[in-house]
T-cell receptor, first 110, second 112 residues
Framework: RKEVEQDPGPFNVPEGATVAFNCTYSNSASQSFFWYRQDCRKEPKLLMSVYSSGNEDGRFTAQLNRASQYISLLIRDSKLSDSATYLCVVNMGGTYKYIFGTGTRLKVLA | DTAVSQTPKYLVTQMGNDKSIKCEQNLGHDTMYWYKQDSKKFLKIMFSYNNKELIINETVPNRFSPKSPDKAHLNLHINSLELGDSAVYFC???????????FGPGTRLTVT
């Protein structure tokens, strides 16, 4: 099993739709989780942290399911500008290493 | 103000050449990284330095040699370039173990 796995997509959704991605991780000792966003030909940028209790930032909600070892990102009321690749990032428990998923590509269509 | 900067942005070179990429951060972070993103968009860590000390050294050919002259700089030198080295190389910085990375704009390396 890969350390961090994401569905590569693309997820094609109309404007205004709600879309969710999951990211599974293999190391049960992982403690820190993040979502990053990467636009085409640009560098990844931090979108949000994922807390145990879940967290929300505007239209974005991130959640952690420790029992099933996955994190999720929910985007409500999708905008054209949300089109990007969303990378999950997971700490390898007990180490300095963070592993990036291969990303899920989202296309929001007009 | 540029937080993490890399030079050059584009690098086109022939097989067998030696090249360097430079990275600087002005965020006061104590840890810097080199990542390679290949054509399949997989972002893979290569090296990490914390306060000028190498702390992560992944399975990377020894043709790749990082150098950190100080906490704000991390350079990458590549010897005897091969076709498979073509990729985008991202420099990043963070406070150690935080997971909050700031990435540079990337260096798009093409080996012909």
């Amino acid at each position: 099993r890969k350390e961090v796995e994401q569905d590569p997509g693309p997820f094609n959704v109309p404007e205004g739709a709600t879309v969710a991605f999951n990211c599974t991780y293999s190391n049960s000792a992982s403690q820190s989780f993040f979502w990053y966003r990467q636009d085409c030909r640009k560098e990844p940028k931090l979108l949000m942290s994922v807390y145990s209790s879940g967290n929300e930032d505007g239209r974005f909600t991130a959640q952690l399911n420790r029992a099933s070892q996955y994190i999720s990102l929910l985007i409500r009321d999708s905008k054209l500008s949300d089109s990007a690749t969303y990378l999950c990032v997971v700490n390898m428990g007990g180490t300095y290493k963070y592993i990036f998923g291969t990303g899920t590509r989202l296309k929001v269509l007009a | 103000d540029t937080a993490v900067s890399q030079t050059p942005k584009y690098l086109v070179t022939q097989m067998g050449n030696d090249k360097s990429i430079k990275c600087e951060q002005n965020l006061g972070h104590d840890t810097m990284y080199w990542y390679k993103q290949d054509s399949k968009k997989f972002l893979k860590i290569m090296f990490s330095y914390n306060n000028k000390e190498l702390i992560i050294n992944e399975t990377v050919p020894n043709r790749f040699s990082p150098k950190s002259p100080d906490k704000a700089h991390l350079n990458l030198h590549i010897n005897s370039l091969e076709l498979g080295d073509s990729a985008v190389y991202f420099c990043a910085s963070s406070h150690l173990d935080s997971g909050f990375y700031s990435f540079g704009p990337g260096t798009r390396l093409t080996v012909t």
